[in-house]
Structures are given as structure tokens and as C-alpha cells.
């Protein structure tokens, strides 16, 4: 497991955090999210590759800072 701490300075709210928490368990069902849309931090223990769920928070829309 690898656990990513990233920063997506566009999530702004709970819905936010809903699309990415679905994009990461597209690629890692079991994976584990904490997100704060207070200080934009995303914090992901998952197994699968730090490009491939870089990728796909890109890809459902938000921008990711590592």
C-alpha cells in the first residue's frame, strides 16, 4: 500500500470529495480517502499507482498538486 498525500485546490465541497473518492475506488476499491475541503489536502492509502490515481482525479475534472 502507498499512501498519497496530495493537494486539489479546486475541491470545494462535499460533492467534490464524492467524485474523487469515486475516481480513486474506480481504480482501488479498498483504497482509503481523507479529504479536507478546508485546506484542499487529499490524503489516499491505496494500492494502485501514484500516476494512475493522479490521472484519474485529473481526469473526473480537478487539478493535483503532489
Known sequence: M???NLTVPDMACGACVDT???AVKSLDADAAIAADTKTKAVNITTSADANTVTQAITDAGYT???
Do not use: K
Request: hydrophobic share 45%.
Open 64 to 66: 493535483v498538486n503532489a
Open 20 to 22: 474523487i473518492t469515486q
Open 2 to 4: 502507498t499512501t498519497l
